[in-house]
C-alpha cells in the first residue's frame, strides 16, 4: 500500500526537473533551438496556458518539502497546493480547444484525449477534498500529473512525427520527469481512499 508521506518525498525529484527543463532548450522554432520561457516572453497567451505546469511545478515541490519538513499540512499549504495545481490544468485545456493543428481526424482525437486528462484531472482533485491531509496532498499532486499528460505527448509527438532535430535536451527530461512522476503516483490512484476526516492537519 503506497505511503502518502513517501509519495510525496518521492515526486519532489520529478517536480524539480520539470522546472528546471523551463530554461532549457526544448524545441526548435525559427531555426533555433528554445526554451519554453522563450516562449513565455511577450504576449502569447495560449503559450502561457500550455506551459503553466513547467512554471507551477517547482513551486509544487516546495511546498510538499515544506510540509514534509514540518510533519503536518497545514490548510494554506492545501490551498495554494489545490491552485497550483488547478493553473497547471490550463495546459490540458489549452491543447484540448486548439489541438495540434486542428485539421484532421487524429488532431481531433488529439484535443479530446486533452480535455479527457482534464476531467479525470478535475476528478482525482474532487475526490481528494475530504482526504487526511497527507493523502489529500498526494492526490492534489497526481492530478498535476494527469495534467501535465497532454504537454508530455505533444513533446513526444513533435520527436516522433518531426524528427529529433526539432527537439532539444529539455524535451526528453521533461518527458522522463512526467514518467517518473505517473509510476510515483500510480500506486496511490490504484487503492483506496484513506478515511474520510473532518481536520486539515
Known amino acids: 500500500m503506497a505511503n502518502p508521506r513517501r509519495t510525496l518525498r518521492r515526486s519532489v525529484p520529478p517536480l524539480w526537473l520539470i522546472g528546471l527543463c523551463l530554461f532549457l532548450p526544448t524545441v526548435r522554432a525559427c531555426e533555433r533551438l528554445q526554451s519554453p520561457a522563450d516562449f513565455l516572453v511577450g504576449d502569447k497567451g495560449w503559450f502561457i496556458a500550455l506551459l503553466t505546469p513547467y512554471v507551477v511545478a517547482q513551486i509544487l515541490g516546495i511546498l510538499a518539502i515544506v510540509a514534509l519538513a514540518r510533519g503536518r499540512v497545514g490548510r494554506g499549504i492545501s490551498v495554494a497546493t489545490a491552485g497550483l495545481v ?75 512525427g518531426d524528427g529529433l532535430h526539432k527537439i532539444g535536451v529539455g524535451a526528453p527530461l521533461f518527458v522522463v520527469a512526467v514518467a517518473a512522476l505517473v509510476v510515483v503516483h500510480a500506486g496511490g490512484l490504484s487503492r483506496a481512499p484513506d478515511p474520510v476526516v473532518s481536520s486539515s492537519a
Open 86 to 160: 488547478l493553473a497547471g490544468g490550463s495546459s490540458a485545456v489549452a491543447l484540448s480547444m486548439v489541438g495540434f493543428d486542428g485539421r484532421r481526424f487524429d488532431e481531433a482525437v488529439w484535443s479530446c484525449l486533452a480535455g479527457a486528462a482534464f476531467v479525470a484531472g478535475v476528478l482525482v482533485m474532487a475526490r481528494a477534498r475530504r482526504l487526511e491531509p497527507w493523502t489529500r496532498l498526494a492526490r492534489l499532486h497526481a492530478a498535476f500529473t494527469i495534467f501535465t499528460l497532454p504537454l508530455a505527448a505533444l513533446i513526444v509527438r513533435i520527436a516522433v
